[in-house]
T-cell receptor
Framework: RKEVEQDPGPFNVPEGATVAFNCTYS??????FFWYRQDCRKEPKLLMS???SGNEDGRFTAQLNRASQYISLLIRDSKLSDSATYLC????????????FGSGTQLTVLP | DTGVSQDPRHKITKRGQNVTFRCDPI?????LYWYRQTLGQGPEFLTY????????KSRLLSDRFSAERPKGSFSTLEIQRTEQGDSAMYLC?????????????FGEGSRLTVL
């Protein structure tokens, strides 16, 4: 089983739609969680951290369910510029110095 | 531009040849990471440096791979006797805090094609 699993998509949605991505992780000791965004042929960039209580940044909402080992990202009022691959990222244990990336979910927002 | 820079951006080589990639991290970052990414996959961790010390290596890093960061600034990743399976994007990242707790800043990557 992969340490971090995501639905690869692709998700094709019209502008203005709300879209949700899910991610599960295998290590219950995982301490920190992130969503990164990767544009086509570009490097990954941090989109947002994910906090236990859930957090919001503009149109983006991230949630964490430790009991189910599940992370989600909700994008509201999607824009053409949101088209990218969204990578779920986990620190698999509190002492790990490196992050483990999921395979990513591809989103295309259509005009 | 004071971001992470990598060189070369593209490398095409024949199987069996050696290749070396260079990474210049953000100047105030003492933590440096190498990742590998293949098409349709997320980045996979290869190795981690804190200053000049290589503190962690993935099992993905076979004996043909070696990484150095001799003065705690730039880093090199060498692949000896390249194989077709080494074809990938090699990403370097740096951070001011340990990767598990902080943001990684990635370079644009060095794309390797082994013929």
């Amino acid at each position: 089983r992969k340490e971090v699993e995501q639905d690869p998509g692709p998700f094709n949605v019209p502008e203005g739609a709300t879209v949700a991505f899910n991610c599960t992780y295998s290590n219950s000791a995982s301490q920190s969680f992130f969503w990164y965004r990767q544009d086509c042929r570009k490097e990954p960039k941090l989109l947002m951290s994910v906090y236990s209580s859930g957090n919001e940044d503009g149109r983006f909402t991230a949630q964490l369910n430790r009991a189910s080992q599940y992370i989600s990202l909700l994008i509201r009022d999607s824009k053409l510029s949101d088209s990218a691959t969204y990578l779920c990222v986990v620190n698999p244990s509190g002492s790990a110095r490196q992050l483990t990336f999921g395979s990513g979910t591809q989103l295309t927002v259509l005009p | 531009d004071t971001g992470v820079s990598q060189d070369p951006r593209h490398k095409i080589t024949k199987r069996g040849q050696n290749v070396t990639f260079r990474c210049d991290p953000i100047s105030e970052h003492n933590r440096l990471y190498w990742y590998r990414q293949t098409l349709g996959q997320g980045p996979e961790f290869l190795t981690y440096f804190q200053n000049e010390a290589q503190l962690e290596k993935s099992r993905l890093l076979s004996d043909r791979f070696s990484a150095e960061r001799p003065k705690g600034s730039f880093s090199t990743l060498e692949i000896q006797r390249t194989e077709q399976g080494d074809s990938a994007m090699y990403l370097c990242a740096s951070s001011a805090r340990e990767g598990g707790t902080g943001e990684l800043f990635f370079g644009e990557g060095s794309r390797l094609t082994v013929l």
